[in-house]
């Protein structure tokens, strides 16, 4: 199965117990899925994952969950239909940009909102926005994702970020370097293989 890349928060029990939940769900689910295994992104997740595959998975692998699936280069093809929403264009903005910035001053893996977040998280941010705007997608108010709106959010969550963080942090960081890099590869005519392939050239 996939990574619960939920990250304990021993300072909010709440927010700790629904992070905890939804990794029980995940793990739950991806059994009934026929999934063999499932893997985590701290080790306190665990004792939860493995309660669950042992408890729901009968035997050592679920080979036979599925028989006669017939999964074709079509269905694999085939688009979601899941909506665009204007907090998910934010979230990926936020994400990405965050991301990037930490990369460039040596982070690998970086929390962020009680995940564990990778490159993977900035490639699939950047790369959704720069598909949004190449096929000239709406969102699910009606407003088409343009470049001008892309600018706009990046600027507000940039100065929301800002404040979160507070100035002196901010300022400190390469926070100007790392919107450049996600507003390049975003607004790109062609999509670039790795957002990582222009930030080399930062650090190196």
Known sequence: GGMAAQI?????????????AAVQADKEREVREGCDGTWVAHPDLVPIAREVFEKLMKGDNQLGKRPGANVSQKDLLQPHQGTRTEEGLRTNIRVGVQYIEAWLRGSGAVPLYNLMEDAATAEISRTQIWQWLQHKAALDDGRPVTKALVGELLKDE?????EALGAKVYDAGRFPEAIGIFESLAESDKLDPFLTLPAYKRIT
């Open 158 to 162: 940039m100065a929301k970020l800002r």
């Open 8 to 20: 304990p928060n021993r300072r909010d029990p709440e927010t700790n117990a629904k992070a905890m």
